[in-house]
């Protein structure tokens, strides 16, 4: 298995600019999980996603901030208009619900906004 | 939901036992302490976890205390590649799916 596959792995945009990070599961995995990494707010879960279906949104910072699964191999996270805060590492999760309690990482996008 | 306290940081030398420890004294009857870890660059990775019973695979021990407000993770024999940001989790939520709340961790070094 390739593992979580995430899309771009670097991310460099102006101020204003309308970013989009996506993400490919492990196949057969029904958790989606959307996590930001910053120096000073450590690891915050943003959201997450069973069966496609968005769970629970309340770390989403704000409306700004947009995520959806259209299907169970695809998840994107969109950031309009982008903002210098928003420079952090995302990273993508999942998750098999029945099998398992490991959340698989993908290796993270590295977003700057100038 | 129960929180957790770690060190910030700590060292071990090559080739011996890495103990980190855990508090949790807040943690309820049916939640689990996780560990993962995160290299420099990579995204967290997966250890072990455990309810109440000691747990071993792999990569570490795990040893929780019988009144279950603190654990400790043993790596037996801990190499350069070690090195990483250590997490204890305690799992939050009823769902199986239960999201994972990252604190801030320890760092911890190993010196040649």
């Known amino acids: 298995d390739a593992g979580v596959i995430q899309s771009p792995r670097h991310e460099v945009t102006e101020m204003g600019q309308e970013v989009t990070l996506r993400c490919k599961p492990i196949?057969?995995?029904?958790?989606l999980f959307w996590y930001r990494q910053t120096m000073m707010r450590g690891l915050e879960l943003l959201i997450y996603f069973n069966n496609n279906v968005p769970i629970d949104d309340s770390g989403m910072p704000e409306d700004r901030f947009s995520a959806k699964m259209p299907n169970a191999s695809f998840s994107t996270l969109k950031i309009q208009p982008s903002e210098p805060r928003d420079s952090a590492v995302y990273f993508c999760?999942?998750?098999?619900?029945?099998?398992?309690?490991?959340?698989?990482f993908g290796p993270g996008t590295r977003l700057t906004v100038t | 939901d129960a929180k957790t306290t770690q060190p910030p940081s700590m060292d071990c030398a090559e080739g011996r036992a890495a103990n980190l420890p855990c508090n949790h004294s807040t943690i309820s009857g049916n939640e689990y302490v996780y560990w993962y870890r995160q290299i420099h660059s990579q995204g967290p990775q997966y250890i072990i976890h455990g309810l109440k019973n000691n747990e071993t695979n792999e990569m570490a021990s795990l040893i929780i205390t019988e009144d279950r407000k603190s654990s400790t993770l043993i790596l037996p024999h801990a190499t350069l590649r070690d090195t990483a940001v250590y997490y204890c989790i305690v799992r939050v939520g009823v769902s199986s799916a239960s999201k994972i709340i990252f604190g801030s961790g320890t760092r911890l070094s190993i010196r040649p």
């Open positions: 196949s057969g995995h029904d958790y």
């Open positions: 999760a999942s998750k098999s619900g029945t099998s398992s309690y490991e959340q698989y």
